[in-house]
């Protein structure tokens, strides 16, 4: 059981993004939450990295509280890194991934050979491989978390065989499938659970968001992001092409959430609905911890990337990110939604 809320701390949902190494962002942000403490968490939906922090967190709660939390955080991220893991496949160095670098035109021949190394060793181990894996069971206690019945945990995987998403519940929870959210397809074979093969839950739900409209009491939900939903320049150079598309790719599913919001929201607003089916439908009171500028000097590629330096500067990131939207929101929590849907992420679909 998790220590029980103080009655000044107020509920919330967190959405947090998959995005690699990228993922110590989040860290940064759930430190910095987990510090305040004014905020506890009835629900969590993570995909690929996101679904680390969210088991690794709370873990860490269930174990000890929010310390413990903290804790084990900066401990499995430093393992991360210690690693090297497959995301080490194109080199340690971050300089390397700004913007200006040499490495920003093509990736060489020798580096996606090494990738598809990295592909073919996992392939020759088994679908239970994985550099990770050891990690994760050192730092979690899967038993604990399937038994805990004060958060809902949500963790999304692509099924490979029908392109579904799938949604693994709390007590289902387990390395296999947290792995199964984070399996990229170009560095490691799919991870079966159950019978069935998944890869990254990026690809469908990036976080999902539905299973709070329906499983959780409380009307906020802060989504933590580790892709920038907007960049200001036009790629041009082959590698930026596919960096981007990259980006797009594992925002499309969150966005089309987001006009599913978006719709239900005017449905209430102009009074759309009968009277007695207005109970049915929740107002969604949405919040978010943006990476369009907190990450938006990075590549796509350094999300490859588990140098200790590297992954610390994004976890000073987050943690700015985490403070100063508390500072200037959490006032707002339980009260109104500190996102313009219509404004920020579809402005520019004329039905909305």
Partial sequence: MTKTPSPSSKPINLALQGGGAHGAFTW??????????????????????????????LGGLLE????MARE?????????????????????????????????????????????????QAATQGSSYHPLRDLLEQHVDFERLRACRDVHVFIAATDVNNGNVRVF?????????????????????????GGRHFWDGGYMGNPVLYPFFYETATCDILIVHVNP?????????????MERLNEITFNASLLR????????QKLLEEDWLKPEYRDRLKYILLHSIRADEALGDLSSSSKLMTDWNFIQMLKERGRKAGKAWLKRHHADIG??????????????DPNM
């Fill in 64 to 67: 000890g509280g929010t310390e």
């Fill in 257 to 264: 959430e987001m006009r599913a919001i978006a719709f239900v």
């Fill in 335 to 348: 009260v109104r939604g500190t996102v313009d849907i219509r404004r920020e992420f579809l402005r520019d």
């Fill in 28 to 57: 940064g942000v759930l430190d910095a939450l987990l510090e305040d403490g004014r905020c506890h968490f009835e629900g969590i939906s993570g995909t690929s990295a996101g679904s680390m922090n969210a088991v690794v967190m």
């Fill in 169 to 193: 519940r709390t007590g289902e929870l387990s390395s296999s499938v947290v792995l199964a959210s984070a399996c990229l397809p170009y560095l490691f074979p799919a991870v079966e659970v």
């Fill in 229 to 241: 939903i907007e960049r200001k320049d036009v790629p041009d150079q082959p590698q930026e092409v």
């Fill in 72 to 120: 084990r955080l900066a401990q499995f991220w430093f393992g991360v890194s210690q690693a090297g893991s497959p995301m080490s496949t194109v080199g340690q160095g971050p300089l390397g991934m700004l913007p200006g670098s040499a490495f920003g035109a093509v990736w060489p021949v020798q580096d996606w050979m090494r990738v598809w190394g990295t592909w073919w």
